[in-house]
């Protein structure tokens, strides 16, 4: 069994301030982690993945997570936010490897707010 | 352009009337699959469709059905719909590497 729980439904921070979301997760096997962006009134977009390889992961838009297997983490960071930046944020997980068809499990999601 | 395309995208329907809402994806996947999105819940799944011969469960089938006669279509199916099946509804299709690419939504309100 597998499961993702986001630690905050909502973060707010200011323009220039560093964005931290958080997500743990529970996998039985090896995981592949992944976040998902989702701007209002549209489809959900990847942000990045961790598939085994290295544990520090560069997205796109400038966001990075580190994949800590003794803590069971995937926290999404950015050092800087920008305005376009508030967005919800969803954190999955997926087994790796394995005959599994590979099944993507959410998280709650988190709403990230960007102030002036 | 890869696309996944869903219509409708916004629809208001009554307690019982048979509707469809359709999903088609050009990328040539193999995997598509129908989420629903719930405030507080994430993203949950109904069904998914392994290829054009096996299409199973997900996580919340009730009320739900789809048809995957060719690659390209995964149209989800709402017989007799209920009000707990106004939600958000978005159709995906899966690459190799697992990456899900989804369509915009569709918006459904059941009254």
């Known amino acids: 069994a597998q499961s993702v729980t986001q630690l905050g439904s909502h973060v707010s921070v200011s323009e220039g301030a560093l964005v931290l979301l958080r997500c743990n997760y529970s996998s039985s096997v090896p995981p592949y982690l992944f976040w998902y962006v989702q701007y209002p009134n549209q489809g959900l977009q990847l942000l990045l993945k961790y598939t085994s390889a290295a544990t520090l992961v560069k997205g796109i838009n400038g966001f990075e997570a580190e994949f800590k297997k003794s803590e069971t983490s995937f926290h999404l960071t950015k050092p800087s936010a920008h305005m376009s930046d508030a967005a919800e944020y969803f954190c999955?997980?997926?087994?790796?490897?394995?005959?599994?068809?590979?099944?993507?499990?959410f998280g709650q999601g988190t709403i990230l707010t960007v102030h002036p | 352009e890869a696309q996944v395309t869903q219509n409708p995208r916004y629809l208001i329907t009554v307690t019982g009337k048979k509707l469809t809402v359709t999903c088609s994806q050009n990328?040539?996947?193999?995997?598509m699959s129908w989420y629903r999105q719930d405030p507080g819940l994430g993203l949950r799944q109904i069904y998914y469709?392994?290829?054009?011969?096996?299409?199973d469960k997900g996580d919340v089938p009730e009320g739900y059905k789809v048809s995957r006669k060719e690659k390209r279509n995964f149209p989800l199916i709402l017989e007799s719909p209920s009000p707990n099946q106004t939600s958000l509804y978005f159709c995906a299709s899966r690459r190799a590497d697992r990456q899900l690419f989804f369509g915009e939504g569709s918006r459904l309100t059941v009254l």
């Open positions: 469709s392994m290829n054009v011969e096996v299409t």
């Open positions: 990328m040539n996947h193999e995997y």
């Open positions: 999955a997980v997926s087994r790796a490897g394995g005959t599994s068809y590979g099944k993507l499990t």
